[in-house]
């Protein structure tokens, strides 16, 4: 049966989600419709690119992911369909690809589907869907666009790497309230050199070592550790770290590496 994955910053309150998938049900009653999440922050292209970046890889090849962030129309635009490393995805071509992606896509076009007027405010349930279903059903991209060389650039904040020091920042709190790093567990192993570490973060809050899962440290203690995607997080054993601890989207961490003795 073939999948589509939906990734929408539509919520859950108003009908436009229901209208989402009513729309792909009635081109494609059989496919199998997966929520990755309806619930990125309105526009948050970045947001979204991090939950589906570690989301997409899991679902099996030839499945299409379709984007709903910041679609609305306007006259510069551009809605694209993109194959990657055996996957198929439809958004708009507003830079979510280019932080979605390492390394450049293998096949790209811009969507030439017809907008039909009536739902011109709404491209999700026309012009979005019917390229989602197309791929679907087998159909090629050729046959929905024209190739596109570049698709729009955006960049992410990267960690500032100093001599024995990495800075970093806060770039997703999940639904447990456990808070994740834009530091890999790549730049923190290069760094490191099995030295001593200490990471602080507000005024006085700090750890100095590394757990492997949530229940190392006792219930109500803060750990950090690197969790499925392989990014550094901030939690409490069965508690709320963001909310317990003050951190935020945005909040700057900081690790600094011991020299060795």
Known sequence: MSIITLTTDLGSKDF?????????????????????????????????????????PYFPKNTVHLIGIDSVYSENT??????????FFVGADNGIFSLLFDDIPDDVVELNIMQDLKYLHFPLVD???????????????KEIGLPVAEIEQKM???????????????????????VITNITKDLFTKIQKN???????????????????YNEVQEGEKLCLFGISN????????????????LHLGDIVRIEFHPQI
Not at 78 to 87: Q, S, V
């Open 16 to 56: 436009y989600q229901s209208a989402l998938k009513g729309s792909l049900f009635s081109l494609m009653p059989n496919v199998n419709l997966v929520d990755i999440t309806h619930e990125v922050p309105s526009f948050n292209i970045s947001y979204a690119a991090f939950v589906l970046k570690n989301a997409y």
């Open 78 to 87: 551009k809605y694209i369909a993109i194959k990657h490393k055996d996957h």
């Open 127 to 141: 012009i979005f869907v019917k390229a989602a279903t197309h791929l679907a059903k087998g159909g090629r991209l």
């Open 156 to 178: 992410l904040l990267h960690p500032v790497i100093e001599r024995d020091i990495i800075r970093g920042s806060v770039v997703y709190i999940d639904t447990f309230c456990n």
């Open 195 to 213: 030295r001593d570490f200490t990471l602080y973060f507000r005024k006085s809050e700090t750890i100095t070592q590394l757990s492997w899962h």
């Open 231 to 246: 990014h550094l997080e901030i939690a409490i054993n069965k508690g709320k770290a963001s909310g317990l601890l003050g």
